[in-house]
């Protein structure tokens, strides 16, 4: 079979540099584009590619990206400039691969109040597919528009899938607090992950208001097939990389620890990049991988979930190859085991 011919944009950024590394080692996929702003050398915008990629990076246009062959266009774009690369890119018949938050949310209203700003892309919003393999895994084969998940959303949505697929907890008030490294703010420089602000210091934000809360709620909802309302807190951590989420819920009826390790084993027993934790996990047994680790524990008639991920693998660069093995028909393992 020839190997998927493929474009990145955004290719200065964090979550692209990860991409290029994981699309290198995969047998499928050949990088024959990477868009920027800056007309450099890949690997001098990323020395770590140095001998791995000579690609010199190019100016967005759709017309060029087609006439070279690309299949299947990678979107690491900030969310906002992102709807406005990819219509050209699905009306040249390219399949995109959208890593920001987009396309996730099917209700405009919703994006709209969260995201603050104006969707310039309804048309294609209906089109979109939510690409989390483990729970939308049946729409991905053949999609045009796959709109990656957030990072923050996995561990709480998988974390909690078996729970409210099952109705064994309250469907209100189920408390998520995460916590990210500072790469989940992208490499673009902000006031707050400089250095002296985020080292040796931990503090929470977008309290009551992070875009994630939405895009949690619709997938669980989904999920739960009624609706689902969370409180999500975010915290920013002094390290490079890692999620790790806590979550706390209330049962619907006396449950045992052992009864939902069950539960959870058989829940996930056809998905390959979850792995079931008897312990706590760590947020560095997963750096550089797929995995997103998951423990559940009763406590005092309390169910507690305890999720780790690596951000920029999982969180994103990771998920959106599995999708991208979905959406081809490799198997969803290609390129990232
Ligand atoms: N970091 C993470 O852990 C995660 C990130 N995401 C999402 O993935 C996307 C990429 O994130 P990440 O790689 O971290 O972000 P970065 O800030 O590291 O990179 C984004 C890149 O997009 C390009 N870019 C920035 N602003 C503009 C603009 N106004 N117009 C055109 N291009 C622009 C730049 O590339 P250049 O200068 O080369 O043009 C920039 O380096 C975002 O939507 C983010 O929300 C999702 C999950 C996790
Ligand atoms: C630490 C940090 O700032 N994290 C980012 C995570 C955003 C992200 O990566 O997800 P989206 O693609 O949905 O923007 C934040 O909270 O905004």
Redesign the pocket.
């Known amino acids: 079979m020839d190997k998927v011919k493929v474009a990145i944009?955004?290719?200065?950024?964090?979550?692209?540099v990860e991409l290029i590394k994981l699309l290198l080692r995969h047998p499928g996929a050949e990088i024959v584009a990477i868009?920027?702003?800056?007309a450099e050398h890949i690997a001098d915008?990323h020395p770590s590619l140095l001998g791995r990629l000579d690609l010199r990076?190019e100016p967005?246009d759709p017309d060029a990206l087609k006439a070279k062959g690309v299949q299947v266009v990678f979107?690491?774009?900030?969310?906002g400039?992102?709807m406005e690369?990819i219509p050209p890119l699905l009306e040249r018949g390219m399949r995109v691969i959208d890593?920001?938050?987009d396309y996730r949310l099917r209700d405009v209203k919703v994006y709209e109040q969260w995201y603050k700003e104006t969707h310039h892309d309804q048309k294609n919003l209906a089109q979109a597919v939510y690409g989390l393999p483990e729970v939308y895994g049946d729409k991905l084969a053949g999609a045009k528009l796959v709109a990656?998940p957030?990072?923050y959303p996995q561990t709480a949505i998988l974390g909690l899938a078996p729970l409210v697929a099952n109705k064994l907890i309250e469907l209100t008030g189920i408390v998520i607090d995460s916590k990210?490294g500072v790469?989940?703010?992208?490499?673009?420089p902000k006031l707050s992950f400089h250095f002296p602000e985020c080292n040796e210091s931990v503090t929470a934000y977008a309290v009551g208001t992070h875009r994630h809360t939405p895009e949690i709620e619709q997938a669980l909802s989904d999920v739960a097939g009624a609706p689902v309302s969370v409180i999500f807190t975010p915290h920013l951590m002094p390290m490079d990389?890692g999620i790790f989420s806590t979550i706390y819920a209330t049962p619907t009826r006396a449950v045992t620890e052992a009864e939902l390790v069950e539960l959870y084993r058989s829940y996930f027993a056809d998905k390959p990049f979850v792995r079931l934790r008897t312990n706590p996990p760590a947020t560095k047994d997963t750096t550089g991988t797929n995995f997103l680790d998951v423990c559940v524990k009763v406590v005092r008639g309390k169910v507690l979930v305890l999720a780790a991920e690596d951000?920029?693998v999982r969180?994103?660069s990771g998920v959106a190859v599995q999708n991208f093995n979905r959406v081809f028909g490799f198997d969803e393992r290609t390129g990232l085991m």
């Open positions: 944009l955004g290719g200065s950024g964090y979550t692209a868009t920027s702003r800056q915008l990076c967005f979107g690491c774009l900030p969310h400039t992102s690369s890593l920001s938050a990656n957030g990072c990210s790469s989940g703010g992208g490499r673009t990389r951000n920029l969180g994103a």
